[in-house]
């Protein structure tokens, strides 16, 4: 799904290659059956999921209805040189794009539309939660690149701002609530935020800087993260498959040294 997904070139295969991943996604989260916090963050990632679906549908019936196409390269050459043209911008346009845009921004967990993640990153296995944490934000971001900077460039005052204010949101309120989170899971939940928050910064400029400043960003992000969750794979298993607080890594320095010192540079 995610494959289709960076290589669709039409609103339509956009839509069906997002709805195959998260179908995959709602299993994925709720896989412990016998665990009630699995199943409760399964039961929120699949309604509040359905409920992004929705916009974005909505988001592309109006960029079609007022289009008349669906691909991205007949999109790109309908809006080329509005933003010289203001007057000519349809008002249903500009909203359709706003829809896809706050879907797309649910999907990758960033603010205001991020509060989903946190009971889903804690509720899911934690190899699940790593995966979630990595591969569908770097698969959304890649269409983000090819839909806004390829399709809807010339309209970037439209979604430049929701942009701009999705990723001040998200890294303020990630650094900040993050400082009262006792379980790592939930804190490593609000970095990811935070992350996110950093990488649509880039996105957010227009520029082919930021473009190259994000993917560069990327490539770190998932270096860092597989590292995070890795260490609390590690620590659960230790644990004997409990739930870690912070407390729990009080005397880590003393039995494993070396993994202390790790999670500190990370």
Known sequence: GMMALVSSFDLITF????????????????????????????????????????????????????????????????????DQTPELVSSGLTIGILFI????????????????????????????????????????????????????YDLIDAWQQVLVIASLSSMVLASLVALQQKKLKRFLAYSSIGHVGYMLVGFATGTIEGVQALLLYSI??????????????????????????????SAMSRINPLMALTFTAI
């Open 15 to 82: 839509y069906l290659a997002i709805e195959l991943q998260s179908l995959c996604f709602y299993t994925l989260a709720a896989f412990k059956r016998h665990s009630a916090f699995s199943t409760e963050s399964g039961l929120k990632y699949f309604i509040l999921g359905a409920f992004s679906s929705g916009l974005l549908l909505f988001g592309c019936s109006l960029v079609y209805g007022f289009t008349g196409t669906t691909n991205f390269e007949e999109l790109a050459k309908l809006v080329s040189g509005m």
């Open 220 to 249: 770190l992000y998932v270096i860092l993260v597989l590292s995070a969750w890795t260490f609390v794979l590690s620590t659960e298993k230790q644990k004997g498959g409990r739930a870690v607080f912070f407390t729990d890594l």
């Open 101 to 152: 845009a706050t879907a797309l921004l649910f999907k990758v967990s960033a603010a205001p539309f991020h509060q989903w993640s946190i009971d889903v990153y804690e509720g899911a296995p934690t190899i699940v939660s790593t995966f979630f944490a990595v591969v569908p934000k770097i698969a959304i971001l890649g269409l983000f690149l090819r839909l806004f900077y390829f399709s809807f």
